[in-house]
């Protein structure tokens, strides 16, 4: 399967790394989207929540100049409550997220699936978007690039698994280690399944 360069697109701070290892080591990823805050999940009580964004948002960023991936976008929305966005807003995401994807060659996004409903609400709109876009294509012209979509599986289980090899799984696990200290701990705490999530789970929806 050929992938395109394009944008991908997470909930939260990390989801980029856990979901599309395989995009950043190949030079597929033009831009980041960052959806949430990425605020909720604190392991320290007593952390200051503004202090703790901060880190998140430079762990995230430290991943993605790693691979020369400097288009970062952070668009600030609450961690854990996008299924509480009022319906203007609703549509102000979508139309975010339209502005953001139709000049995306290829788009990465989370799977309908996965157990988070951050995960799950990102890719009711991204299906939204993708039912539509006959007629974006019609109503935008040249303007639409979009000509890929697949999601990415975190939680969940993928049409498409393609398993990598131990040491290449191994070489995964020690770069998340190395740009997300904050959200290994975590998830490590949680019994997180490393081996499983960093494997390829995709599953191409257009293209």
Do not use: W
């Not at 979509?149 to 939680?155: C, G, L, P």
């Amino acid at each position: 399967m050929n992938f395109e360069i394009g944008t991908v697109i997470a909930p939260h701070c990390d989801d980029e790394a856990l979901g599309c290892m395989k995009m950043f080591e190949e030079g597929l990823v033009g831009r980041v989207v960052v959806v949430t805050d990425s605020a909720k999940q604190v392991i320290d009580p007593y952390i200051d929540t503004a202090e703790y964004i901060k880190i998140r948002r430079a762990e995230t960023m430290g991943f993605c100049e790693h691979f020369k991936v400097r288009d970062v976008i952070f668009m600030n929305y609450p961690d854990g409550s996008l299924n509480q966005i009022s319906p203007e807003n609703l549509d102000e995401f979508y139309e975010t997220m339209l502005t953001i994807t139709k000049t995306s060659k290829a788009v990465y996004f989370p799977s309908i699936k996965d157990s988070h409903p951050d995960h799950r609400f990102v890719a009711g709109i991204m299906y939204r978007l993708l039912a539509d876009r006959h007629n974006l294509k019609i109503k935008y012209g040249s303007q639409m690039h979009l000509k890929q979509a697949v999601e990415y599986h975190i939680t969940s289980s993928p049409v498409y698994h393609n398993p990598i090899t131990r040491a290449k799984h191994g070489d995964r696990l020690r770069l998340f280690r190395e740009f997300f200290p904050s959200q290994s701990l975590r998830l490590r705490k949680t019994g997180f399944d490393f081996e499983v999530c960093l494997q390829d789970k995709l599953n191409v929806i257009v293209g």
